[in-house]
């Protein structure tokens, strides 16, 4: 739905409430506090009803929302009212999806991830702006918000829908999605229909074991967003349950790459508005591991731990045993480079991603993991060595770099590059509260440049405070625990 502005522009009389000041309730303002940073905004009416006849989206750069359905302010759910509201806490927005009047006294809210937040007074068609006017909120950027009036209803012409008037589209992200679990794709099917119609989704690999749930969750994800980028991860491989329809999972992948051709979704280098996505093919290998191996516990072997050991099937000159894998999957990337070369001299933004990890770094410490050889099976140098080569070896201040695998939230910068992780995981995990996230999955990466850094990101939050210590090989109490069973 998009609804064209009809209104003046503000008066140049009209003056700006200043931050950290309480609007006074006696104007035609609302009492509202404005803080520096990551603002709320917040209006309602004073009238019995809101206008009946649109959907109000008066929904933030955020991605975390929870739909349900409630009542306003009543118990009858009759009148088939949504709320959608932030896992933080943020209530965004009531709406009605049907021809009827809102509840007046519900609160909208919308959380701008910019500190650059103006309010002005709109008089409309009217030169009284004490008596009729209308409050509009909108981000200098360009995202028009919401609009509410001291009328009993608010002209349908006048209402405005944020998804219509965005500068540019947002960036979300999201990895390990794992939709062969009823919970996660029905996270998926909850989605947002009308949010993201503008938007780019970036999927950072592990999206479904099954060729069938693969092409059905990104078909879902396609009816929800503009633009839909994939790069395969090892679940994605796997050929366990497939039957006889796979010679090895390099036929696989062909696949599914064929299935992203036909359903419009990205695997290669583009540019969106100004910002280059650029997918980058990858695989694991046990050199990427550095760091001081535990011992004096009993840990299983990688082909025990690993289940890619034995669901993934490869020709006979590659091995999950070497680096014969990490270097195929890098050559991919080959193909792309001239696209590559085009969006590093063309864009001012850039954001690559890939399902493994690049960089050591962005995987706690051994000690602290339940399998501590898992860094054996979740990076790759070459990856660092592709990444460094588009970002460049000091990176800046606008590089960054999503990926995938291992479930642990992380936002962190190393060596000038913006390097994230935002899982959707297991169901078991979220339940735990160990990894992943769900309310506030897809996050938002960009928004009229990258957004404010992903919290709570429990592991890279620990390293910005605590100095890593590979050589420490002593376990953490809760591993400890675990081995002494």
């Not at 989206?57 to 306003?72: E, F, K, Q, T």
């Not at 992948?253 to 910002?275: H, N, Q």
């Not at 001299?345 to 339940?370: A, D, G, V, Y």
């Not at 735990?432 to 709570?456: A, H, I, K």
Request: glycine share 4%; net charge positive.
């Amino acid at each position: 739905m998009a609804l064209i502005l009809q209104c003046s522009p503000p008066s140049p009389s009209c003056s700006l409430p200043p931050f950290n000041s309480t609007i006074n309730a006696c104007s035609c303002y609302s009492s509202a506090n404005w803080p520096r940073r990551a603002m709320d905004l917040s209006c309602f009416s004073w009238q019995q009803v809101l206008p009946a006849s649109c959907l109000y989206n008066c929904l933030s750069d955020s991605a975390g929302l929870r739909v349900s359905n409630v009542s306003g302010m009543r118990t009858d759910h009759s009148k088939n009212i949504l709320w959608v509201q932030r896992w933080r806490g943020m209530g965004l927005s009531c709406f009605s999806p049907r021809e009827q009047a809102l509840p007046a006294r519900c609160m909208y809210n919308c959380r701008s991830e910019s500190a650059e937040t103006r309010v002005f007074v709109m008089s409309g068609l009217y030169t009284n702006p004490l008596k009729k006017s209308m409050l509009w909120l909108r981000r200098q950027k360009g995202m028009n918000v919401c609009w509410f009036s001291r009328q009993t209803e608010l002209p349908a012409r006048y209402l405005h829908n944020c998804l219509s008037d965005r500068a540019r589209p947002r960036v979300f992200v999201v990895s390990d999605l794992h939709t062969d679990y009823l919970e996660n794709m029905s996270w998926v099917r909850r989605l947002s229909s009308v949010l993201y119609k503008k938007d780019v989704l970036i999927v950072a690999g592990d999206v479904a074991e099954t060729y069938k749930n693969f092409v059905n969750t990104m078909s879902e994800l396609r009816d929800r967003f503009q633009v839909v980028f994939f790069v395969p991860g090892n679940h994605d491989l796997w050929c366990r349950r497939e039957g006889e329809n796979y010679l090895d999972s390099l036929e696989k992948l062909d696949m599914l790459l064929d299935a992203c051709r036909e359903l419009g979704v990205s695997t290669r280098p583009r540019t969106i508005d100004g910002v280059g996505i650029i997918p980058l093919f990858s695989w694991y290998h046990k050199s990427f591991d550095k760091e001081k191996d535990v011992t004096g516990v009993r840990i299983p072997s990688l082909e025990m731990a690993c289940k890619d050991f034995h669901a993934c099937k490869w020709p006979e000159e590659l091995s999950n045993n070497d680096a014969s894998l990490s270097q195929y999957f890098d050559l991919l990337n080959e193909k792309n480079l001239n696209a590559m070369e085009q969006i590093t001299k063309k864009s001012n933004q850039i954001i690559t991603f890939s399902h493994f990890i690049p960089r050591q770094e962005l995987c706690p410490e051994k000690r602290m993991l339940f399998y501590p050889n898992l860094p054996k099976i979740i990076g790759s140098d070459a990856l660092e060595v592709r990444i460094r080569s588009i970002h460049g070896q000091r990176g800046s201040t606008s590089a960054c770099h999503v990926f995938g695998h291992t479930h642990f939230c992380w936002d962190a910068v190393l060596d000038g590059i913006r390097y994230v992780q935002a899982p959707l995981a297991y169901p078991r995990e979220r339940k735990r509260r160990m990894n992943g996230g769900e309310d506030w999955l897809p996050f938002c990466v960009y928004d009229c440049g990258l957004t404010e850094q992903l919290s709570p990101s429990f592991w890279s939050d620990y390293y910005t405070k605590n100095k890593r210590e590979p050589e420490n090989t002593e376990l953490a109490p809760w591993v400890a625990r675990f081995y002494k069973r």
